[in-house]
C-alpha cells in the first residue's frame, strides 16, 4: 500500500520561509519522479514542482521560480519543498505527488498539508 505522507505546513507570515517534508512508502522510490500540487481556496489544483530520482530533472511552475526549490533524499524517501519568500498567494492546500518515470500521470497522491501565509 502506498502512502505519501506530507509535514510542515502552518501559518506564517508574508517573506518567511517553510520547508515542506513528504515520507513515501510502499513503492520503489527511485522508480517515480516525485513533486508537489497545490489548490488554493476557490481555484484548480496546480502543479508546483518536480524531481527525477536523479535530481538531474527538475521543474518549477513560473510561479514559484526562484523561490521554491524541491529537493528529494532517496535514502530516506523523502521529498522536500523548500518555500522563501512566501507569499499570500501561496496560501494553500500542498499535496505530494509521485509518478513513474514512464508516464505523465500522477499516480499517488498525500493528504495534503495546509500553508497559510498571511500578509
Known amino acids: 500500500q502506498v502512502q505519501l505522507v506530507e509535514s510542515g505546513g502552518g501559518l506564517v507570515q508574508a517573506g518567511d520561509s517553510l520547508r515542506l517534508s513528504c515520507a513515501a512508502s510502499?513503492?520503489?522510490?527511485?522508480?517515480?519522479?516525485m513533486g508537489w500540487f497545490r489548490q488554493a481556496p476557490g481555484k484548480e489544483r496546480e502543479f508546483v514542482a518536480e524531481?527525477?530520482?536523479?535530481?538531474?530533472?527538475?521543474s518549477h511552475a513560473d510561479s514559484v521560480k526562484g523561490r521554491f526549490s524541491v529537493s528529494r533524499d532517496n535514502a530516506k524517501n523523502t521529498v522536500y519543498l523548500q518555500m522563501n519568500s512566501l507569499k499570500p498567494e501561496d496560501t494553500a492546500v500542498y499535496y505530494c505527488?509521485?509518478?513513474?518515470?514512464?508516464?505523465?500521470?500522477?499516480?499517488?497522491w498525500g493528504q495534503g498539508t495546509q500553508v497559510t501565509v498571511s500578509s
Open positions: 505527488v509521485a509518478r513513474r518515470t514512464t508516464t505523465r500521470r500522477y499516480d499517488y
Open positions: 510502499g513503492l520503489t522510490f527511485r522508480s517515480y519522479v
Open positions: 524531481m527525477s530520482w536523479s535530481g538531474l530533472a527538475t
